[in-house]
């Protein structure tokens, strides 16, 4: 009743918080970024009103980070650092990570708004990154003010997280932290789950798909072959791919339920697009797809998937000699990966949902590819996955919902008290 009263008398704190961190323009340029103001601006908060201790740290400084299996090259942490904030427990208890990412995506299409000015309406806070995933930071942020204004001293250690570089398979900025050294008894990732139980995420591949033709007019009966055609024949296999993956259930014990497992489009290009019109077919068409997948299947195994399927569709059709595009990857494999089904976090949390909400908590897979792959395959810490009530993320008008919002702090809170432990 205490974190509840708090939480109400508190709201505009929370809702201050989450407005500032969306203020911040840090969009992901694949390779650079531009996080540095807001991670000072957090570590100022975690720091001087928090009162925990402070790591901020450049992920190019720490040791080791080069040279890990699971590092991916190409990017730049030039200012760019990560924010670690340690509330040191008294002893016996479990610790606890909340593992954040501070880039979002960049600023789709149609949005209403200034999309880093945070506007409250039908108790929605719109912004750019306040699903994903500025608003599970600011989250576990105020669940911890929350619990030290109230006197509340926890016996396990508890650990707030805020990296870089997560969109676009970044992921670098999370592995630098488990590097570093800090790792727990559990995390949990505030991606944005609906308030669900996600204690696996799936996989995922941006692969750019290369079909080569000959351009050209054929005046003088020249053989022409346009690579549009072929890249149009794959595109067609690819809707009826994703469909086919689609009615088939998922792997025990999260997926057990027949879902979208996308298979998207995501840009075509073909001919010279800087040139004010083209009047000749093109040599190359270039198609990029984002392929999903569950945990346990590896790169290859994905590839593999979508060749073979393309194959029989083609038989199917009576398609012969169908061109196979030479593929290519834009970005890291993103793998799935998965808690035990009896880690205790999962029930903990569960009850803690059901206890605030009222209603009965729904546990499953996470619809989405997430970092909390280096949590589960690269360190000791298991990762469960929780995060806001909302909408629209890596699109127009993203945003939370605020009364779920309120609630998903209490959440928090509660959850550090039960698995890390009360002192005396």
Known sequence: MQIEQWISLNSSRILN????????????????GTEKECQHYVAAVLRDELQLDVDLFSPEDVVGFHQHPAYYTGKDYTDRPNVVGKWAGQGGGKSLIFSSHVDTAPVGAGWSADPWEPIIKDDRLYGLGAFDMKGGLAA???????????????????F??????????????????????????????????????????????????????????????ES??????????????????EKQRSDMNGPSPWYLHKSSLPVMVTRVEAGDM???????????????????????????????????????HCEKLGIVNKAVPNLSKVIRFLPGSEVPEGFPLITLLAEEVTMVTGQAAEIYGAPFACDAFMFNLYSPTPAVILGPVGGNAHAADEYICLPEFYKLVEIYARTMMDWCGVAE
């Open 17 to 32: 918080l989450t407005s500032d961190l969306i203020r911040f323009k840090t969009v992901n340029l694949v390779n650079t």
């Open 140 to 158: 576990s942020i105020m669940a911890v003010q929350c619990l030290r204004e109230l006197g509340i001293r926890l016996k396990g250690n508890v």
């Open 160 to 221: 707030i997280e805020s990296v870089v570089d997560e969109e676009f398979g970044g992921a670098n900025g999370t592995l630098a932290c488990r590097i570093r050294g800090y790792n727990a008894d559990a995390a949990i990732v505030p991606e944005p789950t609906n308030l669900s139980v996600c204690p696996a995420s799936r996989g995922g591949a941006l692969w750019r798909l290369a079909f080569h033709g000959r351009g050209g007019m054929s005046f003088s009966g």
């Open 224 to 241: 022409v072959a346009n690579p549009v055609y072929d890249a149009a024949a794959f595109i067609g296999f690819l809707e009826v791919f």
């Open 274 to 312: 800087k040139a004010l019109l083209c009047d000749s077919g093109p040599t190359d068409c270039f198609v990029d797809i984002w392929v999903e997948c569950y945990p346990g299947i590896s790169e290859e195994q994905l590839q593999e998937e979508l060749f073979q399927g393309y194959a029989l």
